[in-house]
């Protein structure tokens, strides 16, 4: 008994030491990234995907969850509908880079994935994607949220979740966001990226946060085409109503409230569900200093955005 307690102890000690500080960012192949993102690196880039595995892709807050939820309701919401109340999204549609000492590895959650399809999510930008992916031509859904809500949203998300780096003031994180300082870099390079990548590879559907907010509906009757799916009239209404924000932030397997990394004293994973709170954080002269930063990078007229609805 006593020798097994004594052999946990490190163990647990360095656990809490590795997952219990916050990380330093680091340039990874011209990327920020935290050591939580990138100490899989090899088995994750060996991933070996299926040709009916769907990808989740997004930079950081721009509405991840709620799509990875739309998704396993359309696909297992009739079938399987214990695993709404039984297990987390994180492990529905696993995080494929994510590898904190104290959690399940993404690469290996989503190895034992028992679902077909397999619902995969990531933040990577497009040129960290395992090839596997391509050469499978797998079915991919980016999500794009408008920068200045984007970066209130990672924001408050740095504030709240210990395993990101120290946020500093609103007004530092604002500048290191447009900086590209951020954990998986620049929103700018991210956005453009995936966008770039859609001119070539069909099986790519760039959807935006706003439009869902703006008419959930139609979003998921895209969805729906894009990935051949016709669910009936009720259950897509089904599926709308479960999305809605005030019902998933109430939704303990959907709002990352069983996380202990997460403070939600500081703020909620679920916060504000809103385009345009921005104008909340913003000041005058920060909005003025972003949108002429904005023009200089993002210089592709056909990639717009939305900062109302
Ligand atoms: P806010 O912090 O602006 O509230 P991700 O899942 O990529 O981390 O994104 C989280 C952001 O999506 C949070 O933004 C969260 O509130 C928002 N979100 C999640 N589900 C939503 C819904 N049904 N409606 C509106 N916003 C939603």
Redesign the pocket.
């Known amino acids: 008994m006593i020798i097994q307690v004594i052999g946990e102890i490190p163990d647990l000690l360095f656990t809490q030491k590795m997952d219990s500080i916050r990380p330093e960012l680091f340039d990874f192949h011209g990327v920020s990234m935290s050591h939580y993102f990138t100490n899989n690196w090899e088995n994750v880039q060996n991933f070996q995907a299926r040709p009916d595995d769907i990808v989740i892709a997004?930079?950081?807050?721009?509405?991840?969850?709620?799509?990875?939820?739309i998704l396993d309701l359309l696909y297992f919401g009739q079938t399987a509908p214990e695993r709404q109340t039984s297990i987390p999204i994180y492990e529905r549609v696993p995080f494929l880079e994510t590898a904190r000492v104290a959690s399940k590895k993404g690469k290996d959650l989503a190895d034992k994935l028992p679902t077909s399809p397999r619902l995969i999510k990531t933040?990577f930008p497009i040129q960290f994607v395992p090839k596997s992916f391509w050469e499978q031509n797998c079915r991919i859904i980016y999500?794009a949220?408008n920068a200045k809500?984007?970066v209130?949203?990672?924001y408050?998300?740095d504030r709240m979740n210990q395993a990101q780096p120290e946020p500093g003031d609103w007004n530092s994180f604002f500048h290191r966001f447009m900086e590209g300082k951020m954990v998986f870099g620049s929103w700018y390079d991210h956005v453009n990226g995936w966008w770039k990548k859609k001119q070539t590879y069909s099986n790519l559907h760039y959807m935006f946060?706003e439009d869902?907010?703006e008419d959930?509906g139609r979003e998921i009757d895209k969805l729906c085409s894009f990935l051949g799916l016709s669910p009936s009239v009720e259950e897509k209404e089904i599926v709308a109503g479960k999305?809605?924000?005030?019902?998933?932030?109430k939704n303990s397997m959907?709002n990352?409230s069983t996380l202990s990394v997460m403070d939600y004293n500081i703020?909620?994973?679920?916060?504000?569900?809103?385009v345009g709170?921005w104008r909340n954080h913003f000041t005058v002269a920060q909005n003025e200093e972003f949108d002429e930063d904005y023009k200089k990078k993002m210089k592709d007229h056909t990639l717009q955005f939305r900062t109302e609805i």
Request: no cysteine; glycine share 4%; hydrophobic share 35%.
């Open positions: 997004t930079y950081p807050k721009a509405g991840t969850t709620w799509v990875s939820y933040h999500v949220r809500d984007n209130v949203s990672y408050h998300f946060f869902l907010l959930t999305v809605q924000f005030d019902n998933i932030k959907v990352y703020s909620p994973f679920m916060r504000k569900g809103k709170d």
